[in-house]
């Protein structure tokens, strides 16, 4: 790796990935093992574990026979990533709540990115649930991978998803972490850098080699429309090889996380490739 490439903010130490418990197939391996890879980056395999066990006639025993079990299998899941010479830690946590759990244990590993499987919901479906992607986007302190295809792996083609027309400081920002994301993880992978800026009528036209700037791209892979970003993004994987797109998101508290429906959300259910959401503060008033 090189020193331009380590000083991005995709830098990362700890890759923690998230495993379903309720399914033998873990779709999020192979691209958390990737990225962990390419960062040099250890992996924490996490589950958490409902904890009904606890009301059940034999209580607090019947959950820790039940943990034990789940720590009996990551171990076994660990055991042939440790052979092949990755770091692998594991860590099994029981709760009411899983979705809202996934933060807090990145925090507590000190992960730089989060891995987790993502399944397409309906727009009255995000409105309606506070889905995992949703608990997750609005609580991550670092980027989130939602993987949706396994086959995506290893990563061919890098798409990012820009607006290098917005002029707040937030999305300066957030651009500016796409942009540098998207590169690093290009140069990593050996991926073809791409980027995509969708605009709502003439007045928003962005110039492609502008953006083919921004990203230090060819003109060629540079993509804008007068669309919508899901429209647009998912019109251009459909030409690229194993695509992984590389989104933005401004973390929001209060009434405005609770707000469904943000641009990130609408991509990831708009398209089939693995997301990358780059999470970026909103700045405090």
Not at 252 to 263: I, Q
Request: hydrophobic content about 45%.
């Amino acid at each position: 790796m090189s020193a331009a490439a380590a000083n991005t903010p995709m830098e990362i130490n700890t890759v923690l990935c998230v495993i379903d418990p309720t399914t033998p197939d873990q779709t999020v391996l192979a691209p958390a093992l990737q990225a962990a890879a390419g960062s040099q980056a250890s992996l924490h395999l996490y589950v958490c574990v409902a904890a009904t066990a606890a009301t059940s006639p034999k209580g607090e025993s019947g959950l820790a026979a039940e943990k034990a079990r789940y720590q009996a299998w990551l171990d076994s899941m660990a055991a042939p990533i440790r052979r092949d010479g990755v770091t692998v830690t594991t860590e099994v946590e029981s709760g009411s709540d899983w979705r809202g759990a996934i933060a807090p244990a990145a925090e507590r590993c000190g992960a730089g990115l989060i891995v987790k499987a993502s399944f397409r919901h309906s727009a009255l479906q995000r409105r309606l649930l506070q889905t995992s992607d949703w608990t997750l986007l609005r609580a991550a302190r670092c980027p989130v991978l939602l993987v949706k295809d396994e086959s995506k792996t290893p990563v061919a083609s890098v798409l990012a998803a820009l607006n290098i027309s917005a002029d707040d400081p937030a999305h300066r920002q957030l651009t500016d972490r796409i942009v540098g994301s998207a590169r690093y993880i290009a140069e990593v992978t050996g991926a073809t850098l791409h980027g995509a800026n969708a605009y709502k009528g003439s007045l928003g036209f962005v110039h492609p080699p502008e953006l083919a700037a921004k990203l230090g791209i060819e003109r060629q892979c540079a993509h804008v429309a007068d669309t919508s970003p899901e429209a647009l993004l998912q019109t251009i994987e459909k030409g690229l090889p194993n695509p992984l797109i590389v989104v933005g998101s401004i973390a929001r508290s209060g009434v405005s996380g609770l707000v469904v429906g943000n641009t990130a959300e609408r991509i990831l259910d708009s398209v089939s490739s693995n997301v990358l959401v780059i999470i970026q503060d909103e700045p405090a008033v």
